[in-house]
């Protein structure tokens, strides 16, 4: 900074012309008022602030989790879903009891045709909050109306009463091959949350859906081990074909509730030691209404080899125009 000291001595300056006076006063202004000015300004333009440093990631303490949201869940579709078992390396789900037995759905096939919109009428998975009740973890079905969304399911079944080390080394009983095809969902959802029964470790869950099924059969031939092509032997089978579950009045059936009467799947271990998966479903009679379903199956068929050939006997159609489920209570067992 360049300092200018003007002097101008008193009777010099009563002297001057007063335009000589003027232009002294601006000339004084300027040099005082511009390097101050310079003074202030330069050190915002010649040295930027530094940046503030990034916090570092910290871990969040169980009640700070607790109050993170997922307000909106997820939507997905699963347009084109296919899943296809290896004949050579199959799919293979096994149940195995603590007596030894075991129960096996091997080569499982499962697909799914769709809608022309590949991301219309997805699946929603959210979390339900509950006043004084666990949180809920809620799968929505999708609206489903036109049924294009259908599933089809295939798989083998048998029971084992000596399963070790991965495989049976027992008897092994081939139950044969169910097929499901055609089974369209129509809304409703699946609801699990854990169990709140005193002394009761489990999953309590809600069900609620309307659906129908093409055809569920059961071969009791089955496929042949190996058999690359999956051909089933369709010789000797049950069939049911048009089935259509929804409540009275053709909407979505409830099941089970899991807030207010939720059903069970839990595995339990009785007195004598045995152990079983365990199903358990239960309303109550009075103080709440059991929802009530209807149920009709377009035809039944049993298929069975005669002399010359396959024999269809046809039994026709069967419905159920109002039923109730009050309670269910089923065990799975294995052979022992």
Not at 72 to 93: E, K, V
Not at 272 to 290: C, E, K, M, R
Request: net charge negative; aromatic share 6%; hydrophobic share 40%.
């Amino acid at each position: 900074m360049v300092r200018r000291e003007f002097s101008v001595a008193g009777t010099a300056a009563t002297r001057a012309p007063a335009v000589l006076r003027r232009r002294a006063a601006v000339l004084a202004a300027l040099c005082i008022g511009v390097p101050a000015l310079l003074a202030v300004a330069t050190p915002a333009f010649a040295q930027a602030p530094a940046k503030p440093a990034r916090p570092a990631m910290q871990s969040l303490a169980d009640d700070e989790l607790a109050d993170v949201r997922g307000a909106d869940g997820i939507a997905f579709n699963l347009s084109h879903f296919s899943l296809t078992s290896d004949a050579s390396n199959p799919l293979t789900l096994t149940y195995q009891s603590p007596g030894g037995g075991a129960l096996t759905l091997s080569r499982l096939d499962l697909s799914r045709t769709d809608d022309s919109d590949a991301f219309a009428d997805p699946y929603w998975l959210h979390v339900v909050q509950r006043d004084g009740l666990p949180d809920a973890i809620a799968l929505d079905f999708p609206a489903n109306s036109a049924g294009n969304q259908a599933w089809t399911l295939t798989t083998d079944f048998s029971n084992c009463d000596l399963f070790v080390s991965g495989s049976c080394t027992g008897t092994n009983v081939a139950g044969g091959t169910l097929q499901v095809s055609g089974l369209a969902m129509k809304g409703g959802g699946l609801t699990i949350a854990p169990s709140v029964l005193a002394n009761t470790q489990g999953i309590a869950f809600g069900l609620a859906t309307q659906l129908d099924i093409a055809s569920l059969s059961i071969y009791s031939h089955g496929r042949t081990l190996g058999d690359t092509t999956n051909t089933i032997d369709t010789s000797d089978a049950l069939t049911l074909t048009g089935i259509h579950l929804a409540d009275v009045g053709g909407g979505i059936y409830t099941l089970a509730d899991v807030t207010r009467h939720p059903g069970l799947i839990n595995a339990v271990t009785d007195a004598s030691g045995s152990s079983y998966l365990h199903l358990q479903i239960g309303w109550p009679t009075t103080a709440d209404p059991v929802p009530a379903a209807s149920l009709r199956i377009d035809n039944i068929s049993f298929t069975s080899l005669g002399a010359t050939g396959p024999v269809v006997t046809n039994l026709g159609s069967a419905s159920i125009a109002s039923m109730q489920l009050n309670y269910v209570d089923i065990k799975f067992r294995t052979g022992q």
